[in-house]
Each structure stands twice: as C-alpha cells, then as structure tokens.
T-cell receptor, first 113, second 110 residues
Framework: KQEVTQIPAALSVPEGENLVLNCSFT??????LQWFRQDPGKGLTSLLL?????REQTSGRLNASLDKSSGRSTLYIAASQPGDSATYLC????????????FGTGTRLKVLA | DGGITQSPKYLFRKEGQNVTLSCEQN?????MYWYRQDPGQGLRLIYY???????QKGDIAEGYSVSREKKESFPLTVTSAQKNPTAFYLC?????????FGPGTRLTVT
C-alpha cells in the first residue's frame, strides 16, 4: 500500500531564505507527483506536476524534482517571501490505471518578514 | 469564468440528518473526485468518477453516497451512517494527470 510522508510537518524561516520541502513515497510505481499549496480554510492550488518520466519541473521561484528509484520528491523554493506562507502538500498518482492519488499530510510553512 | 464551485462554504447540521454537498465544474473535465480533510491529516479519497453515470468507492466511502448524472455535477451526500462527518470536504477534477480543486465546504455536525 502506497504511503506518502512529508517532513518536516512545520517549518519557520526568515524571509529571503532558500528552502527545501520533502515528500517520500513507499511504492516507486507511480504515474506522476503533484505539488499543491493550501492557504488556511481554502482549496488546493496546483504548483507543479511531474510526470514519472521527468526528473524536474520549474515554475518561477519553484523547482520540483522527482527520484522514483529512491521514492523521493523535493520542492525547492528560492528567495522565500511572507506570501509563501501556507501548507504545501504532495500527491502521488498510482500506476494502477484507476487515477487515484495518495496525499501526504503536508508541511506548514511560515516565512517571517 | 471557468472553475469548480462548491456550495455552501459552511454547512451546519444536526446529528442524524443527511446533507448534500454540491460540486459543479465548467472545465469540461470527465473525472471528478471527493476528498475529506481532517486537521493535521492529508486528504482522503471518498468517491471518484471517471465518466458520467459511473463512480467508484475510494478509501473511506462508508457513510457517503454520490451520483454522476451530468458531466458538470458530482454531489456528495453525507448520511447519518457516517460516524464522524465534521470535516472539510474538497471536490476536484482531473485533466490528464493534473488535479484541480474547488474551494471546499466545511461541514459541522452537532
């Protein structure tokens, strides 16, 4: 059974720091991995989608990498800003053909001004 | 204005009552999903539908029911059989491998 873990659960950093959020999964047979941002009381906003054949994706200050063999993905945020404060979740898509996704519990990020 | 709408944003019900959460989309996506989110936990899949008139149980379907009579709509009914219905409910669609989420409905049952 696929399990997805995100460590740390919470992170507090000063503005301007570069930071890395981690997502680990137990079964490497995945279709894709998607990173989301969630603000308090809101829905999820898609940040980056990495297909299983890709190694990384970039959007602005965000870079996500995927290493299927080690069961890991990282989300790199460059030059963090207070507006980046949110919970970041990763979701792994199965290869079973059912298009089901397993979510991690998220990393709650606070960027201090 | 394309997107996913969930209504209402907040919903309050008495224990023992069934309640239906609305999810509407105008993205023309075939697949739709319902998730439940509890504090400190990740999203858990309740039901999903790959196409109209077809749906499958997710990991925590007990106490819930759905219908998919139209491509645009995927309502979720929380029945009185659901033991702990108070939660944040999120509806999503899928295009290719990418998921898109609605704003969510917070259900409180007392």
């Amino acid at each position: 059974k696929q399990e997805v873990t995100q460590i740390p659960a919470a992170l507090s950093v000063p503005e301007g720091e570069n930071l890395v959020l981690n997502c680990s999964f137990t079964d490497s047979a995945i279709y894709n991995l998607q990173w989301f941002r969630q603000d308090p009381g809101k829905g999820l906003t898609s940040l980056l989608l990495i297909q299983s054949s890709q190694r990384e994706q970039t959007s602005g200050r965000l870079n996500a990498s995927l290493d299927k063999s080690s069961g890991r993905s990282t989300l790199y945020i460059a030059a963090s800003q207070p507006g980046d404060s949110a919970t970041y979740l990763c979701a792994v898509g199965h290869t079973s053909g059912t298009y089901k996704y397993i979510f991690g519990t998220g990393t709650r990020l606070k960027v201090l001004a | 204005d394309g997107g996913i709408t969930q209504s209402p944003k907040y919903l309050f019900r008495k224990e023992g009552q069934n309640v239906t959460l609305s999810c509407e989309q105008n993205l023309n996506h075939d697949a739709m999903y319902w998730y439940r989110q509890d504090p400190g936990q990740g999203l858990r899949l309740i039901y999903y539908s790959q196409i109209v008139n077809d749906f499958q149980k997710g990991d925590i379907a007990e106490g819930y029911s759905v219908s998919r009579e139209k491509k645009e709509s995927f309502p979720l009914t929380v029945t009185s059989a659901q033991k702990n219905p108070t939660a944040f409910y999120l509806c999503a669609t899928r295009q290719g491998y990418e998921q898109y989420f609605g704003p969510g409905t917070r259900l409180t049952v007392t």
